[in-house]
Protein backbone atom coordinates (compact mmCIF):
# COMPACT_ATOMS: atom_id res chain seq x y z
CA UNK A 1 0.00 0.00 0.00
CA UNK A 2 1.15 3.55 -0.31
CA UNK A 3 0.86 4.64 3.54
CA UNK A 4 1.70 3.19 6.76
CA UNK A 5 0.04 0.07 7.81
CA UNK A 6 -0.54 -1.24 11.17
CA UNK A 7 -1.70 -4.27 12.73
CA UNK A 8 -3.84 -5.41 14.24
CA UNK A 9 -6.22 -2.09 14.34
CA UNK A 10 -7.48 -3.72 17.71
CA UNK A 11 -5.88 -5.76 20.54
CA UNK A 12 -7.83 -6.84 23.62
CA UNK A 13 -5.91 -8.81 26.12
CA UNK A 14 -5.88 -9.94 29.34
CA UNK A 15 -2.90 -8.69 31.94
CA UNK A 16 -0.14 -10.99 31.62
CA UNK A 17 -0.63 -11.67 28.60
CA UNK A 18 2.40 -11.31 25.55
CA UNK A 19 1.44 -8.61 22.39
CA UNK A 20 2.66 -7.87 19.52
CA UNK A 21 2.09 -5.12 17.26
CA UNK A 22 3.29 -4.95 13.94
CA UNK A 23 3.86 -1.63 11.36
CA UNK A 24 4.65 -1.67 7.61
CA UNK A 25 6.03 1.71 7.03
CA UNK A 26 6.53 3.33 3.25
CA UNK A 27 8.36 1.25 1.04
CA UNK A 28 12.02 3.07 0.68
CA UNK A 29 11.49 4.40 4.37
CA UNK A 30 14.41 4.08 6.11
CA UNK A 31 13.30 5.60 9.49
CA UNK A 32 10.65 4.18 11.90
CA UNK A 33 9.40 5.71 15.12
CA UNK A 34 6.96 4.31 17.57
CA UNK A 35 4.62 6.45 19.71
CA UNK A 36 2.24 5.38 22.29
CA UNK A 37 -0.56 7.66 23.02
CA UNK A 38 -2.88 8.26 26.11
CA UNK A 39 -6.35 9.44 25.84
CA UNK A 40 -6.32 13.01 25.74
CA UNK A 41 -2.25 13.40 25.33
CA UNK A 42 -0.26 13.93 22.99
CA UNK A 43 2.38 10.95 21.30
CA UNK A 44 4.96 10.09 23.49
CA UNK A 45 8.07 8.77 22.20
CA UNK A 46 9.18 5.17 22.21
CA UNK A 47 11.93 4.19 19.73
CA UNK A 48 13.60 4.77 16.57
CA UNK A 49 15.32 2.85 14.08
CA UNK A 50 17.43 4.09 10.99
CA UNK A 51 17.63 1.05 9.08
CA UNK A 52 17.52 -2.30 11.31
CA UNK A 53 19.13 -0.44 14.37
CA UNK A 54 17.37 1.16 17.02
CA UNK A 55 19.58 4.09 16.75
CA UNK A 56 17.43 5.70 19.95
CA UNK A 57 15.31 3.50 22.22
CA UNK A 58 15.11 6.12 25.19
CA UNK A 59 11.56 6.18 25.48
CA UNK A 60 10.88 2.48 26.03
CA UNK A 61 9.44 2.23 29.58
CA UNK A 62 11.11 -0.72 30.80
CA UNK A 63 12.44 -3.98 29.91
CA UNK A 64 9.04 -5.53 29.30
CA UNK A 65 8.95 -3.21 26.02
CA UNK A 66 11.24 -4.27 22.70
CA UNK A 67 10.95 -3.74 19.21
CA UNK A 68 12.82 -4.71 16.29
CA UNK A 69 13.16 -4.51 12.92
CA UNK A 70 15.27 -7.18 11.07
CA UNK A 71 15.15 -6.89 7.40
CA UNK A 72 15.02 -2.70 7.78
CA UNK A 73 11.27 -2.57 6.27
CA UNK A 74 8.60 -4.20 8.73
CA UNK A 75 8.80 -3.61 12.91
CA UNK A 76 7.36 -5.77 15.50
CA UNK A 77 6.18 -3.91 19.40
CA UNK A 78 6.41 -6.61 21.47
CA UNK A 79 4.86 -6.11 25.14
CA UNK A 80 5.53 -8.93 27.81
CA UNK A 81 3.74 -9.27 30.76
CA UNK A 82 1.26 -6.77 29.76
CA UNK A 83 -0.60 -4.93 32.57
CA UNK A 84 -3.66 -2.63 32.57
CA UNK A 85 -1.52 0.77 32.34
CA UNK A 86 -0.20 -0.12 28.55
CA UNK A 87 -3.75 0.64 27.21
CA UNK A 88 -2.81 2.97 24.89
CA UNK A 89 -3.09 4.04 20.91
CA UNK A 90 -0.18 2.94 19.91
CA UNK A 91 1.39 4.75 16.95
CA UNK A 92 4.09 3.97 14.51
CA UNK A 93 5.08 6.42 11.55
CA UNK A 94 8.29 6.21 9.03
CA UNK A 95 9.99 9.07 7.30
CA UNK A 96 12.50 9.24 4.74
CA UNK A 97 15.38 9.05 7.21
CA UNK A 98 17.18 11.82 5.26
CA UNK A 99 18.72 14.66 6.80
CA UNK A 100 16.84 16.00 10.23
CA UNK A 101 13.43 14.85 11.17
CA UNK A 102 11.28 16.20 8.51
CA UNK A 103 7.68 15.00 7.57
CA UNK A 104 6.77 11.82 9.75
CA UNK A 105 3.82 9.47 8.00
CA UNK A 106 1.68 7.95 10.62
CA UNK A 107 -0.36 5.11 10.72
CA UNK A 108 -4.00 4.77 11.74
CA UNK A 109 -2.46 2.78 15.17
CA UNK A 110 -3.12 -0.24 16.71
CA UNK A 111 -5.64 0.24 20.15
CA UNK A 112 -4.61 -2.41 23.03
CA UNK A 113 -6.52 -2.62 25.46
CA UNK A 114 -5.63 -4.64 29.07
CA UNK A 115 -8.64 -6.11 31.16
CA UNK B 1 8.42 13.53 29.10
CA UNK B 2 6.75 16.23 26.65
CA UNK B 3 8.39 19.41 25.60
CA UNK B 4 5.96 21.58 24.24
CA UNK B 5 2.90 23.01 25.43
CA UNK B 6 0.38 24.19 23.92
CA UNK B 7 -2.40 26.68 24.73
CA UNK B 8 -5.43 26.58 25.03
CA UNK B 9 -6.26 22.90 25.36
CA UNK B 10 -9.53 23.62 23.74
CA UNK B 11 -10.64 25.79 21.49
CA UNK B 12 -14.28 26.12 20.45
CA UNK B 13 -15.01 28.38 17.78
CA UNK B 14 -18.21 29.65 15.01
CA UNK B 15 -17.33 28.64 11.43
CA UNK B 16 -15.71 30.99 9.54
CA UNK B 17 -13.76 32.54 12.17
CA UNK B 18 -9.84 32.41 12.53
CA UNK B 19 -8.28 29.95 15.14
CA UNK B 20 -5.15 30.33 16.41
CA UNK B 21 -3.20 27.94 18.53
CA UNK B 22 0.14 28.68 20.81
CA UNK B 23 3.46 26.07 21.55
CA UNK B 24 6.39 26.93 23.37
CA UNK B 25 8.98 24.68 24.20
CA UNK B 26 12.01 24.11 26.21
CA UNK B 27 15.49 23.70 24.65
CA UNK B 28 16.85 24.79 21.02
CA UNK B 29 15.35 23.03 18.26
CA UNK B 30 16.11 21.91 14.37
CA UNK B 31 12.06 22.33 13.49
CA UNK B 32 9.10 22.49 14.71
CA UNK B 33 6.36 21.20 12.90
CA UNK B 34 2.22 20.78 13.42
CA UNK B 35 0.05 18.04 13.12
CA UNK B 36 -3.53 17.43 12.90
CA UNK B 37 -5.49 14.22 14.30
CA UNK B 38 -8.92 13.29 14.40
CA UNK B 39 -10.59 11.48 16.71
CA UNK B 40 -9.36 8.12 17.08
CA UNK B 41 -7.24 8.22 13.99
CA UNK B 42 -3.25 8.43 13.14
CA UNK B 43 -1.74 12.18 13.15
CA UNK B 44 -1.53 14.25 9.70
CA UNK B 45 1.20 16.35 9.17
CA UNK B 46 0.55 20.04 8.27
CA UNK B 47 3.53 22.24 8.26
CA UNK B 48 6.90 22.43 9.58
CA UNK B 49 8.84 25.43 10.05
CA UNK B 50 12.62 25.23 10.49
CA UNK B 51 14.28 27.13 13.37
CA UNK B 52 15.79 29.99 10.93
CA UNK B 53 12.68 30.56 9.77
CA UNK B 54 10.13 32.90 10.90
CA UNK B 55 6.98 32.51 9.45
CA UNK B 56 5.22 29.74 6.67
CA UNK B 57 1.78 29.87 5.06
CA UNK B 58 0.15 26.30 3.22
CA UNK B 59 -3.25 27.18 2.26
CA UNK B 60 -5.36 28.63 4.79
CA UNK B 61 -2.52 27.60 7.61
CA UNK B 62 0.15 30.33 8.92
CA UNK B 63 3.12 30.03 10.93
CA UNK B 64 5.08 31.55 12.94
CA UNK B 65 8.40 30.86 15.15
CA UNK B 66 9.57 33.16 17.19
CA UNK B 67 13.19 30.77 18.96
CA UNK B 68 13.52 33.79 20.99
CA UNK B 69 10.26 33.03 23.22
CA UNK B 70 10.79 29.37 22.41
CA UNK B 71 6.99 29.94 21.05
CA UNK B 72 5.37 29.24 17.88
CA UNK B 73 1.79 29.35 16.42
CA UNK B 74 -0.47 27.90 14.51
CA UNK B 75 -3.24 29.88 12.41
CA UNK B 76 -6.03 28.34 10.64
CA UNK B 77 -8.51 30.85 8.69
CA UNK B 78 -11.97 31.31 7.48
CA UNK B 79 -12.60 27.97 9.86
CA UNK B 80 -14.94 24.63 8.50
CA UNK B 81 -16.76 22.17 10.55
CA UNK B 82 -14.04 19.94 9.07
CA UNK B 83 -10.95 21.77 10.40
CA UNK B 84 -12.51 19.97 14.19
CA UNK B 85 -9.86 17.93 15.31
CA UNK B 86 -6.63 17.98 17.59
CA UNK B 87 -3.79 19.93 16.67
CA UNK B 88 -0.49 18.91 18.17
CA UNK B 89 3.23 21.02 18.00
CA UNK B 90 6.22 18.59 17.68
CA UNK B 91 9.80 19.63 18.21
CA UNK B 92 12.79 18.10 16.69
CA UNK B 93 15.51 19.65 19.38
CA UNK B 94 18.95 20.08 18.29
CA UNK B 95 20.73 16.87 18.69
CA UNK B 96 18.27 14.20 18.49
CA UNK B 97 16.41 12.82 15.78
CA UNK B 98 13.03 12.02 16.78
CA UNK B 99 10.13 14.11 17.51
CA UNK B 100 8.46 15.24 20.92
CA UNK B 101 5.07 16.00 20.62
CA UNK B 102 2.81 19.01 23.02
CA UNK B 103 -0.48 17.73 24.38
CA UNK B 104 -2.86 19.31 21.59
CA UNK B 105 -5.34 21.51 21.49
CA UNK B 106 -8.53 20.45 20.64
CA UNK B 107 -10.51 22.47 17.69
CA UNK B 108 -14.20 22.22 17.46
CA UNK B 109 -15.83 24.62 14.90
CA UNK B 110 -19.62 25.07 15.28
CA UNK B 111 -20.94 25.39 12.08
Known amino acids: GAGVSQTPSNKVTEKGKYVELRCDPI?????LYWYRQSLGQGPEFLIYFQGTGAADDSGLPNDRFFAVRPEGSVSTLKIQRTERGDSAMYLC?????????????FGEGSRLTVL | SQQGEEDPQALSIQEGENATMNCSYK?????LQWYRQNSGRGLVHLILIRSNEREKHSGRLRVTLDTSKKSSSLLITASRAADTASYFCATEYQGAQKLVFGQGTRLTINP
Open chain 2, 27 to 31: TSINN
Open chain 1, 93 to 105: ASSSGLGDTGELF
Open chain 1, 27 to 31: SGHTA
